[in-house]
Each structure stands twice: as structure tokens, then as C-alpha cells.
């Protein structure tokens, strides 16, 4: 069965500095998709970023960037210049190649990100 | 474009009770997938609807269940509550699917068992 480890439970940071949230996955699967989600106080869940197994080229979005390692089946996530808007549970999914019959989301544990001002 | 929106926002019940949980999507919207989260078991998947039909189902009892309208406005509905059930209920939408598109969720329905 797939797993998502975040090892992180809780970060802090500065404003404007940079951070990575790690994560970690086991999956004997070749094909998959990757995802970022933010959940911000008390608002909506949003996808941050995604990433699919198959493309070698890290994600980005904005400030935000993937380090993907296949081999190490690591995801991270980095945020740079951090902003106060930023504060939110980060979340790590996955998910296998999937028919549309056929798929689920996989969801990590969270981490708790605090920008600081 | 009005976001995914979900009621009620809480809700509060007695054990052996059920409940039912409405969330409309994303105008044009046909995938409905809802999740269950709770501090000590976070996010978990729960079904997913499509066009009327349940497309995907997670390890949940069958106390859990849900529909679909042919508007795409889904329901889901938990039958004899038990105290762990309490938990933030989240509804998301997408177009076609979460691994072709963009995954929108709703603010989500606060259940408490008592």
C-alpha cells in the first residue's frame, strides 16, 4: 500500500525567507501524480502545485518550486521569499496512475507552517 | 465563478443519530469527491461521484454513503453515528477528475457527536 511520510509536524520561519517542507513516499508504482495542497486558518483547501511522476522537470508555481527525487521518492516543497500569507497546513498527496475508475488520493500527516513576522 | 459551497457549516448530533451533508461544486463541475479529516487520522477519501454514479470509493463502513444529483450536487450521508465520526467533512470538485484538473474544495461541514 502507498504511504506519505511528512516529517515535519510543525516549521517557523521569518518573513521572507525560504522553506522546505519535506516528503517522503513509498509506492512500488512507476507512474504516479504528486500534489501540494495549503490549508489556510480556517479557510478552504487550495492545490499549491503537482507534479507528474513521468516529467523529469521540477514543478513551479510562483514562489513556489518542487524538488522531486524518483529514485529517493522524495517531494519537497519550497517556499521563497515567505510571506504572511503563507501561514497554513501543508499538505503532501499522492496518488498512482490512475483510470478514472480507479484512483484515490493518498494524503500525508500535514505540516504545520508559521510565517513570522 | 462561485466556489464549491457546503451545508450546514456545523452540525452537532447524539450517537445512533445520522446526518446528511450537501455540497454543490463548481458550476460545470461533474466530479464530486469527499473526504473525511480528523487530527488523529487526517485526510481520508471517501467516494467520489460522477455523473450520477459512484466512481471510486475508499475504506470506509458502509454507514457512509453518498448520492448524486443530475445537477451534480451531491449529498453524502453518515447513518448511526458513532463518536468517531466526529470529524471536518471536506467536499471538492473538478471538472473531470483530480489527476486532469484542478481539485476546488468547499469550506467544509464541522460534525460533532456527541
Known amino acids: 500500500a502507498q504511504t506519505v511520510t511528512q516529517s515535519q509536524p510543525e516549521m517557523s520561519v521569518q518573513e521572507a525567507e525560504t522553506v522546505t517542507l519535506s516528503c517522503t513516499y513509498d509506492?512500488?508504482?512507476?507512474?504516479?501524480?504528486l500534489f501540494w495542497y495549503k490549508q489556510p486558518p480556517s479557510r478552504q483547501m487550495i492545490l499549491v502545485i503537482r507534479?507528474?511522476?513521468?516529467k523529469q522537470q521540477n514543478a513551479t508555481e510562483n514562489r513556489f518550486s518542487v524538488n522531486f527525487q524518483k529514485a529517493a521518492k522524495s517531494f519537497s516543497l519550497k517556499i521563497s521569499d515567505s510571506q504572511l500569507g503563507d501561514t497554513a497546513m501543508y499538505f503532501c498527496?499522492?496518488?498512482?496512475?490512475?483510470?478514472?475508475?480507479?484512483?484515490?488520493?493518498?494524503w500525508g500527516a500535514g505540516t504545520k507552517l508559521i510565517i513570522k513576522p | 465563478k462561485a466556489g464549491v459551497t457546503q451545508t450546514p457549516r456545523y452540525l452537532i448530533k447524539t450517537r445512533g443519530q445520522q446526518v446528511t451533508l450537501s455540497c454543490s461544486p463548481i458550476?460545470?463541475?461533474?466530479?464530486v469527491s469527499w473526504y473525511q479529516q480528523t487530527p488523529g487520522q487526517g485526510l481520508q477519501f471517501l467516494f467520489e461521484?460522477?455523473?450520477?454514479?459512484?466512481?471510486n470509493k475508499g475504506n470506509f463502513p458502509g454507514r457512509f454513503s453518498g448520492r448524486q444529483f443530475s445537477n451534480s450536487r451531491s449529498e453524502m450521508n453518515v447513518s448511526t453515528l458513532e463518536l468517531g465520526d466526529s470529524a471536518l467533512y471536506l467536499c471538492?470538485?473538478?471538472?473531470?477528475?483530480?489527476?486532469?484538473?484542478?481539485?476546488?474544495f468547499g469550506p467544509g461541514t464541522r460534525l460533532t457527536v456527541l
Open positions: 461521484y460522477f455523473s450520477e454514479t459512484q466512481r
Open positions: 458550476s460545470g463541475h461533474r466530479s
Open positions: 509506492t512500488s508504482e512507476s507512474n504516479y501524480y
Open positions: 471538492a470538485s473538478s471538472f473531470l477528475a483530480v489527476f486532469t484538473d484542478t481539485q476546488y
Open positions: 507534479q507528474e511522476a513521468y
Open positions: 498527496a499522492f496518488m498512482k496512475h490512475a483510470t478514472y475508475s480507479n484512483y484515490q488520493l493518498i
